[in-house]
């Protein structure tokens, strides 16, 4: 299956020849926390409650009688929580009458389920302006940002988004105050330095504006970015002037990522908490984690 820059999907025979690649960014991964991220969320529940109504719309006239005034179509709560589970009730409540434009049937503190149906002053998006909004590129750059994360906590990295906002020379010179001589501190920060500059939503924007912007980024083909991990992929990583303290043209060693002294996990409280300090996290978040 193919698809085309510009959506079109066509099926292309393979006959005992296979290709492979690697993916050029078109768009950039949005950083966690950014708006882009609240925007994404705001709009995929626009797009299900639309085409939950609409859909409810076509059930409820097929089972009408004739002369039997058209019913209206509703959406639940409890439904609409099952896709977003992320999302509070309060803030699936808010958003439901905020941005989809729904009012309630009935009030949360009814025995039944929350139930909600347009607004009369709305009317409903078509199919078409539903799929400009969530669009597979948006949805696949915020997932791209979420299985970051969630690879660096099983790592061990709880604050990734703090470490790519740093300045990579900034990065250097904490780590270099590190005691580099233990090699599990050793180890745990060139895992940090990884992690930092091939998280997606940094590599994402050094290639596009090195290829796309033109704003002077140079990316380096070869090194830490390459995700086959075995050298044969390009690293898209900005190497423009930065300095590394530990990165070099290979970057971390196979197998070095876990289960080894780079687990970040294997540090004392009292090193992951000078680490994290060094790093600006204030000694209040240091003090609330109970599991290192």
């Known amino acids: 299956l193919v698809r085309s820059p510009g959506g079109r999907l066509s099926l292309r025979e393979l006959t005992g020849a296979l290709s492979v690649g690697q993916q050029q960014p078109?768009?950039?991964?949005?950083?966690?926390?950014?708006?882009?991220?609240?925007?994404l969320t705001n709009n995929r529940l626009l797009a299900t409650?639309?085409?939950?109504?609409?859909s409810n719309a076509e059930k409820l006239k097929a089972k009408a009688k004739p002369g039997e005034p058209e019913p209206t179509p509703t959406v639940?709560?409890?439904?609409?929580?099952?896709?977003?589970?992320?999302?509070?009730?309060?803030?699936?409540?808010?958003?439901?009458?905020?941005?989809?434009?729904?009012?309630?049937?009935?009030?949360?503190?009814d025995s039944m389920p929350g139930v909600y149906r347009l607004s009369p002053d709305e009317q409903l998006m078509q199919e078409g302006?539903?799929?400009?909004?969530?669009?597979?590129e948006k949805v696949c750059a915020v997932e791209s940002m979420e299985a970051a994360l969630e690879m660096a906590k099983s790592l061990g990295l709880?604050?990734?988004?703090?470490?790519?906002?740093?300045?990579?020379?900034?990065?250097?010179v904490a780590l270099e105050q590190l005691p580099l001589h233990n090699a599990?501190?050793?180890?745990?920060?060139?895992?940090?330095?990884?992690?930092?500059?091939v998280a997606p939503w940094v590599s994402t924007d050094a290639f596009v504006s090195c290829m796309r912007d033109a704003r002077g980024a140079i990316l380096s083909i070869t090194g830490a970015g390459d995700p086959?991990?075995?050298?044969?992929?390009?690293?898209?990583?900005?190497?423009?002037?930065?300095?590394r303290a530990f990165l070099g043209p290979k970057g971390p060693e196979q197998g070095s990522l876990t289960g080894s002294d780079a687990d970040l996990r294997k540090l004392?409280?009292?090193?992951?908490?000078?680490?994290?300090?060094?790093?600006?996290?204030?000694?209040?978040?240091?003090?609330?984690?109970?599991n290192w």
């Open 228 to 243: 086959t991990g075995r050298g044969h992929g390009f690293s898209f990583t900005n190497e423009g002037g930065q300095k």
């Open 129 to 136: 302006e539903l799929r400009r909004l969530v669009t597979p």
């Open 49 to 54: 409650v639309a085409r939950q109504l609409r």
């Open 76 to 109: 639940r709560e409890d439904v609409l929580k099952a896709r977003f589970p992320k999302l509070t009730a309060s803030a699936l409540r808010a958003k439901l009458t905020g941005k989809c434009g729904c009012v309630a049937v009935n009030t949360p503190g």
């Open 268 to 290: 004392s409280q009292e090193t992951a908490s000078k680490i994290l300090i060094s790093f600006g996290v204030d000694q209040a978040i240091i003090d609330a984690q109970t």
């Open 184 to 197: 599990q501190v050793a180890a745990a920060a060139e895992l940090i330095e990884w992690a930092a500059s």
């Open 158 to 172: 709880r604050h990734l988004e703090k470490l790519t906002a740093a300045a990579p020379e900034r990065m250097a």
């Open 26 to 39: 078109s768009v950039r991964v949005p950083p966690p926390g950014s708006p882009e991220i609240e925007e």
